[in-house]
């Protein structure tokens, strides 16, 4: 049997390819070519864009893959979801889609929109949204350069954005946050009844979170005084509590620990002044908790 995995073509692909390598899968792509190759025989990919997936997946062409939630959410898509994945292009923080206008709109508000045009590429999301909030707005679809368009072409974009800058380098001020998104890992539905695609999927499931996981942690040990262990200890936040191990010198003992990445530059001073010697820093591949 194979499980069929669609993967995201564009500003995901290297970053998803990075965690599923770290996930212990090694996922190759000849140029031009839309079809990987995985050193699983179980599996078999398709690379497409993140904005079809949730229908190819809903359809049954393909047993899963990995897409934007809010792609899911403007198809409307019938999918399992089988778990959350906070990646992307820059970073752990998700997306989020605006509703934008000039700095120098009469527009303040939502419910301002009344009557306006407006331009995204998430228009039946965007649809259904002023529909719940009893406005009438002329919506079109945006294929690109969507900044640009106010005022001249549309009065109020909706777009995406990780972090607002190109908004407010075209001059636009954000007035309403309509949906918060993230990546997802998503399942066909008679896929997921299945019981060797469901056991197979839940196995992904399983290293992709350790991987996603490991990302954001490193290991750390050292050698310690033995009459210094309490005073360290103290120091080191861990997942649980540090690894302790003797050492042939019965003064000394050994700590290891898995530790948040960003507080490690500022706990290898303090744990050298406590008397830590031999600090080892690593990366992890995954954490499985």
């Known amino acids: 049997m194979k499980l069929k995995i669609g993967l995201p073509k564009g500003s995901l ?3 998803t390819f990075r965690l599923f390598k770290n996930a212990g899968y090694t996922i190759k792509l000849r140029e031009r070519s839309y ?9 078999e990919g398709l690379v497409i864009r993140a904005q079809e997936m949730a229908r190819y997946v809903e359809n049954g062409i393909l047993d899963m893959g990995i897409t934007g939630l809010d792609w899911v959410m403007e198809q409307d898509a019938k999918v399992v979801e089988l778990v959350r994945l906070r990646y992307g292009k820059v970073g752990f923080r998700g997306v989020k889609w605006v509703v934008a206008v000039p700095n120098n709109s009469p527009i303040k508000k ?6 306006k045009k407006i331009a995204t590429e998430l228009v039946g999301f965007t649809k259904r949204y002023l529909k719940k909030q009893g406005i009438e707005a002329s919506v079109e679809f945006s294929w690109g350069a969507t900044e640009v368009k106010p005022p001249l072409l549309a009065d109020a974009i909706i777009e995406v954005t990780e972090t607002g800058a190109s908004l407010v380098a075209n001059n636009l001020r954000i007035i309403e946050t309509i949906l918060e998104s993230e990546t997802v890992l998503i399942a066909n539905r008679n896929a997921w009844k299945d019981p060797w695609k469901r056991r197979k999927m839940e196995n992904i499931v399983i290293l992709l979170r350790g991987a996603l996981l490991a990302e954001e942690k490193v290991g750390l040990k050292m050698n310690i005084p033995r009459n210094k262990l309490e005073k360290v200890t103290q120091i080191l936040p861990s997942l649980h509590t540090p690894t302790v191990s003797n050492l042939s010198d019965d003064k000394w003992v050994a700590i290891e620990v898995i530790i948040d990445e960003k507080v490690v530059r500022d706990i290898i001073p303090d744990l050298k002044r406590a008397g830590a010697q031999g600090i080892v820093e690593y990366p992890l591949n995954k954490v499985i908790m």
């Open 13 to 15: 692909q290297e970053s």
């Open 35 to 43: 079809v990987p190759v995985i050193d699983d025989n179980e599996m």
């Open 110 to 115: 939502v419910k301002d929109l009344q009557g």
